[in-house]
């Protein structure tokens, strides 16, 4: 049975004993094996968001929930991530930065199609950009290790992938965006 504050209990207990994404990697997969569980304690997903659940400078857990269709251009976090579906699907391009480009282009790389009761590490220097290609809400529990609304990242421009810096307000009105266009 998910609860949201055993749930951060278990998340920082595990980050006390290992720094690295491993302890909180099975953390969050034991959750997400549940999904109905997750749903009830957190609500069934009514439109996209991002939901603080835990906030500090060492770890935040976020309930993202990706309206249909959505795509958020590639990203880095600069920290490591853990995300687990508990709802829909969530696909992933990987991608990789073009050596000795000035302008800080990627390329892709690799691709990862997540589903309900899968939870995946991201280590510390990936770029990914994410869809929800499904008609439907998808539901995620996204843990990070380090403060997610401060740290400084990168974004890249979906048309020209050329680095520029990240900006979080930007990212999340693109939600509110996704809901209007969904309805």
């Known amino acids: 049975m998910f609860d949201r504050d055993q749930f951060i209990a278990d998340c920082r207990a595990a980050l006390a004993q290992d720094p690295t994404h491993k302890g909180v990697n099975e953390v969050v997969a034991r959750a997400v094996s549940e999904p109905a569980s997750v749903v009830r304690a957190l609500g069934e997903p009514r439109q996209g968001a991002v939901q603080r659940i835990y906030h500090a400078p060492d770890l935040t857990i976020l309930n993202v929930i990706w309206p249909p269709y959505m795509t958020v ?27 000795g480009d000035a302008a800080g282009k990627v390329e892709a790389a690799g691709a990862r199609a997540m589903c309900d009761r899968d939870a995946v590490p ?11 290609p499904i008609p439907k809400l998808t539901g995620a529990i996204h843990v990070y290790g380090g403060d997610f609304f401060g740290a400084q990242r990168s974004e890249w421009d979906p048309e020209t992938l050329t680095e520029q810096p990240y900006n979080v307000e930007r990212n999340l009105k693109r939600f509110e965006e996704a809901n209007a266009f969904a309805q």
Do not use: K, Q
């Open 73 to 99: 251009m590639p990203h880095n976090h600069n920290m490591w991530a853990v995300i687990g579906i508990y709802g829909g699907r969530e696909d992933n391009i990987f991608w990789r930065r073009l050596p």
């Open 122 to 132: 991201l280590g510390p220097d990936i770029v990914h950009s994410v869809t929800n």
